[in-house]
């Protein structure tokens, strides 16, 4: 079975630009989170999508958005970029909600790693 | 902030040795897990302890939760070069009627040859 994998695997764009990940989850998991991870801040969650339908989400502005489309596929849009979002940007698929909770385990992708200049 | 702390953030070990590594987090939990990352790619989820657990074992990987101290270990017997990874705990949160898993800063684990 193939593993989450997340597209594209590197990307720079400048301060303003906006840009969207994407994320393929393990076929059959229903759940995608997204977690954003700096050196500064470590590994932080952005949300979780289940059924389509965002469940959880955390601090982040809104200038980060999501959505999941019927296939369980999820992207991931920052907006006017500022040089903080510089970051890995991981996604992680589980087979059902709250994996984020700990009651279904999480598989990771192997991240966006996403430079603003 | 719920956020768990894990203790040290470095260890560097020769390998055959141990390696043990603590996390210690502020509110009550259901379960904790630890998850390996290996330089700058994606998280690989290791186990999963749940609140009445205090003692869980997958292959060379000890972990033990003591809700009372709000504190799990992770240890690694047997160490190899393999091993050389960033070590997270991760606990449950919910905050404004969402969860969330909220990580520690990790512990950046080094086993030489």
């Known amino acids: 079975k193939a593993g989450v994998t997340q597209t594209p695997r590197y990307l720079i764009k400048t301060r303003g630009q906006q840009v969207t990940l994407s994320c393929s989850p393990i076929?059959?998991?229903?759940?995608v989170s997204w977690y954003q991870q700096t050196p500064g801040q470590g590994l932080q969650f952005l949300f979780e999508?289940?059924?389509?339908?965002?469940?959880n989400k955390g601090n982040f502005p809104g200038r980060f958005s999501g959505r999941q489309f019927s296939n369980s596929r999820s992207e991931m849009n920052v907006s006017t970029l500022e040089l903080g979002d510089s970051a890995l940007y991981l996604c992680a698929s589980s087979l059902g909600l709250a994996g984020v909770a700990g009651r279904n385990e999480q598989f990771f992708g192997p991240g966006t790693r996403l430079t603003v200049l | 902030s719920q956020q768990g702390e894990e203790d040290p953030q470095a260890l560097s070990i020769q390998e055959g040795e141990n390696a043990t590594m603590n996390c210690s987090y502020k509110?009550?939990?259901?379960?904790l897990q630890w998850y390996r990352q290996n330089s700058g790619r994606g998280l690989v989820h290791l186990i999963l302890?749940?609140?009445?657990?205090r003692e869980k074992h997958s292959g060379r990987l000890r972990v033990t939760l003591d809700t009372s101290k709000k504190s799990s270990s992770l240890l690694i017997t047997a160490s190899r070069a393999a091993d050389t990874a960033s070590y997270f705990c991760a606990t449950p949160y919910t905050q404004g009627g969402s969860e969330k898993l909220v990580f520690g800063k990790g512990t950046k684990l080094t086993v030489n040859p």
């Open positions: 509110t009550s939990i259901n379960n």
């Open positions: 999508y289940f059924s389509e339908t965002q469940r």
């Open positions: 302890i749940r609140s009445n657990e």
């Open positions: 076929s059959g998991h229903r759940s």
